[in-house]
């Protein structure tokens, strides 16, 4: 398995919108419907973002969205906030119980 | 509220093993399967294998078979990953999630870094 392909920075003002892709291939992210997204600051463990390529887990807000087209899936977080500064991973079930995670991105809130 | 406690950090030698501890509370630990991934400095997330704690059954990525083993011990809800022959390259903060259901790591240890270095 390969990790998934996403760009390594990414940044936006305070208030805009920033998409960050999740490249993959039929074997994970166009095959599945299991796309999830991670969050993580400096020295932290990641956090639940994301599930079922757009959904959100309680508590998450929901200024963060996804979606997914064929072996792509995206990340738009939008009005931007300075705490949303964190590096993100994509995840892609695999099958048989794998998973694939992605390369990351740096989200930089200028 | 669920909490995952991870083992402190440890210093080995090439050719070494070294034992993660992750510690499970406030939910039913036979309930969840637990995964285990790592991380590289500055590098990204790699999915390691995974344990059901309903009967310990494993499924480990093709890259560590024959070099990691995960275990649990159900009567003080704690699963155990075990990595062998320990290699440079194996320095990474290794991280216990627990497995919510398909795409889901709802919630994940603080991390356990394991420094390989003669």
């Known amino acids: 398995q390969s990790a998934l392909t996403q760009p390594p920075s990414a940044s936006g003002s305070p208030g805009q919108s920033v998409t960050i892709s999740c490249t993959g291939t039929?074997?994970?992210?166009?095959?599945?419907?299991?796309v999830s997204w991670y969050q993580q600051h400096p020295g932290k463990a990641p956090k639940f973002m994301i599930y079922?390529?757009?959904k959100r887990p309680s508590g998450v807000p929901d200024r963060f969205s996804g979606s997914k087209s064929g072996n792509t899936a995206s990340l738009t977080v939008s009005g931007l906030q300075a705490e949303d500064e964190a590096d993100y991973y994509c995840?892609?079930?695999?099958?048989?119980?794998?998973?694939?995670f992605g390369t990351g991105t740096k989200v930089t809130v200028l | 509220q669920v909490q995952l406690e991870q083992s402190g950090t440890e210093v080995k030698k090439p050719g070494a093993s070294v034992k993660v501890s992750c510690k499970a509370s406030?939910?039913?630990?036979?309930?969840?399967?637990m995964y285990w991934m790592r991380q590289p400095p500055g590098q990204g997330l790699e999915w390691m294998g995974l344990?059901?704690?309903?009967?310990?059954?494993?499924t480990y990525a093709q890259k560590f078979q024959g070099r990691v083993t995960m275990t649990r011990d159900t009567s003080i809800s704690t699963a155990y990953m075990e990595i062998s022959s320990l290699r440079s390259d194996d320095t990474a903060v290794y991280y216990c999630?627990?497995?919510?259901?398909?795409?889901?790591?709802?919630?994940w240890g603080q991390g356990t870094l394991v420094i390989v270095s003669s």
């Open positions: 995840s892609s079930y695999a099958g048989s119980n794998s998973y694939v």
């Open positions: 999630a627990r497995h919510l259901g398909t795409g889901q790591f709802d919630f």
């Open positions: 039929s074997s994970d992210v166009g095959g599945y419907n299991y």
């Open positions: 406030g939910y039913p630990f036979t309930g969840y399967f």
């Open positions: 079922d390529v757009s």
């Open positions: 344990i059901n704690p309903n009967g310990g059954a494993t």
